[in-house]
């Protein structure tokens, strides 16, 4: 597997590609790019005025993310700070379209347009730059993001390559290629918030207010910093990390499909993925044993949970990912695995 990144020092504008030529400059090179002439030609970037959205399914209830102080770091990075409010979408959308104060409150992220309306998922299609049916479950999406100055706290996707799609507002982005990981704070693989960074991007909800004395490295990390306008695509290749701004209303489409693991970045991202995928898998199955035994913590079970957390830290070890063996990361990670 390639370990050697792509040298990048600004992003490319290309239009419409076709999927060779896609497949070809950008995928294979994992390299990102923004793409014109395609977003700009759908129904949804031309007729999606909040009227339309509302007559369609203005009634559909939508979970939307909400955090006081309107800060979404806080909001992905902790859980206690994770809340949603289940609304209509049509006063989801009222609200975005609304005074800041309140707005900046909300973020609606990553919601599936088919669920909120089939009707809205024909108007548009990204099937000129990807086969979107490759392989069952390979293309999720489109996924729905509505927000009122919105900031995506800095992070990665662990097994996907996405586009993200902008139809209204205009996006602030920053990029790190996946080899400056070292030096972007990233959580602890044994949690949750894997695939974050602990860098607040929008500390006092002021874009770029990074605190450079508790994270000097972020300053040395190679970034390509870009806008992207309504109406065009960006390309993000897999395990590259993105933080994103935008003042006033925004609405985006993301659509998210399988990475082939050749295109993962190795050795580190790509085991601390692995490693996380197996994480999540024991979680699941810690979680089950405690369901069944709710409130009975007998003997076979304990024996149980510890046969599988043997197996959990073997095969941990043999991705090169090993436990962590100091006393914060065991309470964390035994927490997270509900022991
Ligand atoms: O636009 C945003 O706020 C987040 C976009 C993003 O992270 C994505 O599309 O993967
Ligand atoms: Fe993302």
Redesign the pocket.
Known sequence: MTTIPPSITRIDRVEAPTREQFERDYVKQRKPVIITGVADQWKAFSDWTPEYLKSLAGNVEVDVHYNAEGNFHKWYTNTPDRHDQRLPFGKMIDIMRGPAETARKH?M??HSLGLISPDLVPDLSVSSLIDETIGPGRCTGPTL?V?HN???PA?L?GTTE?F?CQLQGT?EIILHGPEQTPKLYSLPWYSHQYIFSEVDWFRGCQWKNVDYDKYPLVKEAEALEFTVYPGEI?F?PVHWW?V?S?EGY?L?V?Y?WASDRERWYFPSLGREVQAHEAFLHFQRMFLALDQKKRGRRDRQREARAQEALKHFEKMCDALGCPLPTDEAGTQTLYEQLNL
Do not use: D
């Open positions: 973020y992220t990553e993001f927000g919105t900031c995506m992070h996707h996405a993200m996006k960006l993000i993105h994103t935008v925004q985006s993301t998210f």
